[in-house]
């Protein structure tokens, strides 16, 4: 058995499908017979994985083939076995809402992952205050992100040292 997986994307979920995928393979001790391609705009390296700079024009199910042009200009056609389509979202944030732009984070992305880690990082720098200050951690959002939130008490300083992404 053999076959060629594309992933479209390089968000979160394209990430971890791709790398989901390609532990399966080894697992099944099949790494020769499956490769595995990302395409997206967004840089993605990971060993055993081909990144594909590029952005998706169509993909034709009957034939099955997906177009995407480089970032070159350049357009290409490649084929597929299994076609995982993890396109993403994009934050919106509000401009009506007061404060959101400068103390909202998000994982939306590679970049806001390590902004928030920095941020979560540098709370240890302030001083302990005798309030009860809440971190909320969570998805919120139409159906297909769920809606999930843990709140976790952050009281005293060694605490928010200890909070890690």
Known sequence: MSGRIVVIGAGFAGVWSALSAKCLINVHSQTEAF????IAPQPYFASGIK???GNIDDIDVQSPTVSY???????????????????GS????????SGLAQHARDVDS???????ETHLNSLGAYPPTSCNCFLDLGAWGA?????????????DRELAKQAKM
């Open 51 to 53: 990144f594909i700079h």
């Open 35 to 38: 490769k595995v391609n990302v």
């Open 69 to 87: 042009r480089s970032s070159t200009g350049t357009e290409h056609l490649t084929t597929y076995d299994r076609l995982i389509l993890t396109a």
């Open 143 to 155: 159906v297909i992100t769920g809606g999930w939130e843990r709140k976790v008490r952050a009281t």
């Open 90 to 97: 994009s934050v919106i944030r509000p401009e009506q809402v």
């Open 110 to 116: 590679l970049e806001g992952a390590i902004k928030l």
